[in-house]
């Protein structure tokens, strides 16, 4: 079983997520890490034998394709679900908040590091911190930080250096 922290520092490739559609994942509390020769990694909750088994079938029926399988608990899987799914595909759209620079990658392009909320860019040669709130927003503009965000009314994921006014 993985840990809390094994999972949050697990690497996430974007073609195996890309393979479960987020409704799957979400509703199965199911998240695709690897994909390799058309081999699906996955990681699933802890369920007792005869749950994890239907699960498994249902699985294979829906997604088609070999898989393998780590548990972990199932609070903390949906929570990295919630971040990947909410993080990784958004597009860019109209946003309203003035940037001093704007990123040119979306947030599943950026490098990976051992905490799952906050990337590299190889553009800026910076660090991004994933924000789930305007506040977190705003308080990282503020520091200078450059930040990615889901504005959940406009469905814009949106990556950058924000220009902070007071």
């Known amino acids: 079983m993985l840990s809390t922290q094994q999972l949050y520092s697990l690497p996430i490739n974007a073609e195996a997520l890309e393979l479960v559609p987020e409704s799957v994942a979400r509703e199965n509390s199911v998240l695709a890490t690897l994909i390799r020769d058309d081999h699906l990694h996955l ?13 498994q079938e249902k699985l294979q029926f829906i997604l088609g394709r070999a898989f393998s399988c780590d548990i972990t608990d199932s609070p903390t899987l949906a929570r990295v679900i919630d971040l ?6 958004s597009t860019v759209q109209n946003c309203a908040r003035a940037f001093r620079i704007r990123c040119p990658k979306q947030w599943a392009e950026l490098a990976q590091t051992d905490n799952p909320a906050i990337r590299w860019c190889s553009v800026c040669e910076r660090t991004v911190t994933f924000c789930l709130t305007d506040s977190d927003v705003a308080r990282r503009s503020r520091s200078g930080e450059c930040v990615a965000f889901y504005d959940r009314s406009g469905h814009a994921d949106t990556l950058g250096l924000l220009e902070y006014s007071e």
């Not at 990681?43 to 699960?55: E, H, K, T, V």
């Not at 990947?84 to 595909?89: D, R, S, V």
């Open 43 to 55: 990681i699933i909750p802890a369920l007792a034998d005869i749950q994890f088994d239907r699960l």
């Open 84 to 89: 990947h799914y909410t993080a990784a595909y």
